[in-house]
């Protein structure tokens, strides 16, 4: 038998075997004989018969380890089997690294981070767990405070509570009405219920004692005869003061917010403070009772009273109903509150606008971290079972940062003199270029410092996401996609920037030369702005969704199919833009010329990547297709002739003729109306040709284009009074008869045709 041929299966019988020995031996410890050996007699003839093999194969496994030669073979066939394996693994994970290369992107790293999220979840269930435990518990407790730890009974519990909070609040209403006869009776009626517009310390203590006072006594007295009958051992009495403290700390801070909201109702302030004055009372009181129960829980004689969880069950929904409720006053009450932070006088924002701008924003924004703070509360309070307070306190260091990062984010890019009139007229007699790459840069700033907040944010909760950036495969893939999707933005916003600075200033009237940009450039640019905003859009939005981890593969392929059955479907529409984008690079037509089209004519309005739009004479506006343009007539371009054929009768003074019509066109060109319309003088060419009426004689104007129809209007006018004065008759049409055979008598013909007239 070859041994090289039978060592891997001697290897895998001896792994099998070494497997085999913990199970064997493991109630043995090793080195040490067993307790009970078993005997020969007890085991069963078939698992003898099956051990034979197995004793073999160990034979031959000792006498391989045994001799030399054949233990070297068998390490060497073990360590290629190790080489084996590990030559799989890189490939695996080769094939591993390549699926998530695959899926990669922002929408492969999201679901990632979404399963590993809700692996978690699956896995941890503490809270839940906590608040089921804090439940069952409170539960518990409930029943024993309601039957005094079985020294008692429910009803009587109620009756007690019921007592002691009713002797409490009659007491306060006695003495309500006690002081208000009183006050009525020895002293002067003086409104002290609301506070007057501008409240002294004395109208606040008053205030006060009115809105307080009566209460917080009988809450004393209260507290002494619960003391006295030794009912404040009692879970129902200790219940009972504790929301009747609960219930005087609601009117303390009612009453003090009324006050404080009084300190600003001033003029442009008044409106705002009346409505917190008649519709904010409720609210904080409801806000200040919730608050205060909630802090009266955790103390410790009311621990001690109730119970650890049913007071802290109190506490926790105490505070989130406060929470709520403070949410809910933000909301409603967002306006009101931003008008008393953000209104100044005039005077105070002259003299500090940047004060004054910092001030607006915390009045439109004051809510928000706000929001948050209650937001972290109630999360903190529902889900960071036994942390809430540091939940609490890394939720508001957050929101200090977020706060920080609004400020920068307003202050950044405003120029400590921006108010000012004379650095703001400088400032736009600057470069286009420096003002719109000086918006991209503070764009730029504000980019950094919010992704400084996410990075100090990330900090306070314990992480880094450079850190995770770097250290995770899921941090380098969430990195590349978002900072992929951003340079894409960045760049194309940038290149758009230099685009359509360039167009917009070669738009402008001049840029200080004061010459007005052509017509070509007024027609071409625009078109061009459009498609490179498309272009770099549309390259934008490929950029982004690449990174997103979306497959523009197919998209692009499927964009070329679609354009290319467009081609063939939509013939004349390629047509109409093939022929305008001739058009306009050979500038045949612009904006604002007047053309001759075969079957239109007027004025160019627009012109469209498809179409152009022309307003005739009469008003009407045409907008036709390129497709339908085969000749262009354009009387815009370089300059026109106003061209007279001047009609004479055969009898006139030809030279008498020839010099009025030179004086009428010395009249014209030096008319200032026409001298500026005017590039020649009049070109009396001569005498044209000879018509049946009479000579012609063709005379013209070099004209501007366009002018050549005021210029013919006022000339004929002109020429006609000439032609007038000196007796001079222009030519008119008349007809010649001539009879064969000689002279006839032409007074029948006249008969006749009066004859004719007269019948009809």
């Known amino acids: 038998m070859n041994l090289r041929c039978h060592l891997p299966w001697l290897a895998l019988i001896w792994l099998c075997a070494i497997g085999t020995v913990p199970h064997a031996g493991a109630a043995t410890p090793l080195g040490k004989p067993a307790a009970h050996p078993p005997s020969a007699t007890s085991a069963p003839a078939s698992e003898a018969a ?7 194969s160990l034979d031959q496994v000792i006498e391989t380890l045994q001799n030399d030669q054949q233990r070297a073979a068998l390490v060497g ?7 084996g394996l590990g030559a799989s693994a ?19 790293a999201l679901a990632e981070a979404v399963e590993q999220v809700d692996d978690r979840l699956g896995k941890d269930q503490g809270p839940w767990r906590y608040w089921s435990w804090r439940l069952r518990f409170a539960g518990e407790e409930w029943q024993q405070a309601l039957t005094d730890r079985g020294r008692g009974s429910a009803p009587r519990s109620a009756q007690l509570f019921a007592a002691v909070l009713a002797g409490w609040a009659v007491g306060g209403w006695l003495l309500h009405e006690l002081a208000r006869r009183v006050r009525g009776r020895l002293m002067r009626p003086v409104d002290r219920v609301q506070l007057p517009t501008v409240p002294s310390w004395t109208d606040v203590g008053i205030f006060m004692l009115r809105r307080v006072g009566p209460w917080a006594i009988a809450f004393g007295v209260a507290i002494w005869i619960v003391r006295a009958l030794a009912l404040h051992l009692v879970p129902a009495g200790v219940a009972a003061l504790t929301v009747a403290y609960a219930l005087v700390a609601g009117a303390v801070l009612s009453a003090v917010s009324q006050t404080l909201f009084a300190v600003f109702n001033t003029a442009h302030r008044r409106r705002a403070v009346h409505d917190l004055h008649q519709h904010s009372r409720p609210v904080l009181f409801a806000i200040g009772s919730l608050a205060a129960l909630g802090d009266a829980a955790t103390n410790a004689r009311v621990i001690a009273a109730l119970g650890v969880n049913l007071s802290a069950v109190t506490a926790n929904l105490s505070n989130i109903a ?10 409603r009450f967002r306006r009101q509150i931003g008008h008393l ?18 001030l607006r924003l915390a009045g439109g924004t004051w809510h928000l971290p706000v929001l948050a703070v209650v937001f972290a509360s109630v999360v903190g309070t529902l889900l960071a079972a036994g942390h809430a307070d540091d939940y609490l306190g890394r939720t508001i260091l957050t929101v200090a940062l977020l706060v920080a990062a609004l400020a920068l984010t307003v202050v950044t890019g405003r120029s400590p003199q921006a108010t000012q009139h004379g650095p703001r007229q400088r400032w736009q007699r600057r470069s286009a270029y420096l003002a719109r790459f000086g918006r991209f840069a503070v764009a730029l700033v504000r980019l950094a410092i919010w992704l400084g907040f996410l990075e100090l944010a990330s900090r306070v909760w314990g992480n880094s996401l450079l850190h995770l950036m770097h250290s995770t495969a899921l941090g380098r ?13 960045l760049l194309s916003w940038l290149f758009w920037l230099v685009i359509d600075t360039a167009i917009t200033q070669a738009l402008s009237p001049g840029h200080g030369r004061g010459q007005p940009p052509s017509m070509r450039a007024r027609t ?4 061009l702005r459009n498609a490179v905003f498309v272009a770099l859009l549309v390259m934008a939005l490929i950029a982004v969704l690449a990174n997103l981890g979306v497959n523009v593969t197919p998209l692009i392929a499927g964009a070329g199919v679609v354009g290319l059955a467009i081609g063939f479907g939509a013939q004349t529409l390629v047509q109409d833009l093939i022929t305008g984008l001739f058009i306009v690079i050979e500038d045949s037509i612009a904006i604002g010329d007047v053309v001759e089209l075969p079957d239109h004519s007027g004025t160019v309005e627009g012109m469209t990547i498809r179409t152009i739009k022309l307003r005739d004479g009469k008003g009407a506006l045409h907008v036709l297709p390129y497709s339908q343009i085969k000749a262009i007539k354009n009387l815009s371009r370089g300059h026109a002739f106003a061209v007279f054929n001047i009609g004479l009768r055969y009898d006139s003074d030809l030279d008498r003729a020839m010099a009025l019509i030179r004086e009428a066109g010395d009249e014209i060109a030096q008319d200032i109306r026409f001298t500026h319309r005017l590039l020649s003088g009049l070109d009396i060419l001569g005498l044209d040709r000879f018509d049946p009426s009479g000579p012609v004689v063709l005379a013209q104007f070099k004209t501007l284009p366009l002018a050549q129809f005021e210029i013919t209007r006022a000339f004929n006018a002109t020429l006609k009074q000439k032609f007038d004065a000196a007796g001079i008759r222009m030519a008119s049409p008349y007809m010649t008869l001539q009879l064969d055979g000689g002279a006839a008598d032409v007074k029948p013909l006249i008969a006749g045709s009066e004859g004719s007239a007269g019948a009809a």
Do not use: K, Y
């Not at 066939?77 to 080489?83: G, I, S």
């Not at 969430?478 to 933005?489: I, K, P, R, S, W």
């Not at 071409?524 to 078109?527: F, G």
């Open 477 to 489: 893939r969430f990195a590349d996609a978002v900072f992929g999707a951003l340079a894409a933005v």
């Open 341 to 358: 932070i953000a209104n100044r006088p005039l005077a105070f924002r002259q003299a500090h606008p940047a004060i004054t701008d910092v």
């Open 524 to 527: 071409i640019l625009p078109l």
């Open 90 to 108: 890189p490939a695996a994970s080769t094939a591993t690294a390549a699926s998530d290369a695959e899926a990669g992107g922002l929408v492969g």
């Open 322 to 331: 406060a929470a709520l409720l403070m949410a809910w006053f933000c909301l």
């Open 77 to 83: 066939q073990l360590r290629a089997v190790r080489d």
């Open 50 to 56: 099956a051990s034979v093999p197995l004793a073999q």
